[in-house]
T-cell receptor
Framework: AQKITQTQPGMFVQEKEAVTLDCTYD???????LFWYKQPSSGEMIFLIY??????QNATEGRYSLNFQKARKSANLVISASQLGDSAMYFC?????????????FGKGTMLLVSP | SAVISQKPSRDICQRGTSLTIQCQVD?????MFWYRQQPGQSLTLIAT?????????ESGFVIDKFPISRPNLTFSTLTVSNMSPEDSSIYLC????????????????FGEGSRLTVL
């Protein structure tokens, strides 16, 4: 089974609108972290936001917020007031800590296009 | 946050040749990883670069094809050997520590990537 599922291959949004990118995950570890990265066409991976499995509140970083629903195993990224520069590929990723030196497992990504 | 420099940023290579990618970090880090991102795909972990010992490879990746060095806590190299067009990918170096400002386990940082095209 896939550990990270991103069901939206592509999303369109108009500038200044909010958009939600979906991510569901699968783990039996009680301790894990969820990450969102942005990858522009240049190829670099830019860290956006992190949510720990024990965090009581949803993470927020500026225009980014993570809608963490633990029982549903979902960690959706919400981008408020979209900007043209937000057009990029977005990856959800998970890190499971109880399995030792654990690395990031990535979803397949969602391409976001922001139009004027 | 760590600053990671990768070289080369891009290259065009001939089939059958080998290329070494360098990853330099501006601070000592516990963990260094190498990822591959094939065109239009997500990131796949190649191996964990261990300082002072052999790298730990993921299923589907072998040392003969992707030899890795990690001579110290700030530097690692990945070699893509005997390249074929199927090796055309972005190769990304990633670093992290056990604890960081992002909470349990810490954040993983990425280099800018090395975009290889094999003809």
């Amino acid at each position: 089974a896939q550990k990270i599922t991103q069901t939206q291959p592509g999303m369109f949004v108009q500038e200044k609108e909010a958009v939600t990118l979906d991510c569901t995950y699968d783990t039996s570890d009680p301790s894990y972290g969820l990450f969102w990265y942005k990858q522009p066409s240049s190829g670099e991976m830019i860290f956006l936001i992190y949510q720990g499995s024990y965090d009581q509140q949803n993470a927020t970083e500026g225009r980014y917020s993570l809608n963490f629903q633990k029982a549903r195993k979902s960690a959706n990224l919400v981008i408020s007031a979209s900007q043209l520069g937000d057009s990029a590929m977005y990856f959800c990723a998970m890190r499971e800590f109880t399995s030792g030196y654990s690395t990031l497992t990535f979803g397949k990504g969602t391409m976001l296009l922001v139009s004027p | 946050s760590a600053v990671i420099s990768q070289k080369p940023s891009r290259d065009i290579c001939q089939r059958g040749t080998s290329l070494t990618i360098q990853c330099q970090v501006d601070s000592q880090v516990t963990m260094m990883f190498w990822y591959r991102q094939q065109p239009g795909q997500s990131l796949t972990l190649i191996a964990t670069a261990n300082q002072g010992s052999e790298a730990t490879y993921e299923s589907g990746f072998v040392i003969d094809k992707f030899p890795i060095s990690r001579p110290n806590l700030t530097f690692s190299t990945l070699t893509v050997s005997n390249m074929s067009p199927e090796d055309s990918s972005i190769y990304l170096c990633s670093v992290g520590d056990n604890a960081g400002t992002s909470g349990v386990g810490g954040e993983l940082f990425f280099g800018e990537g090395s975009r290889l095209t094999v003809l």
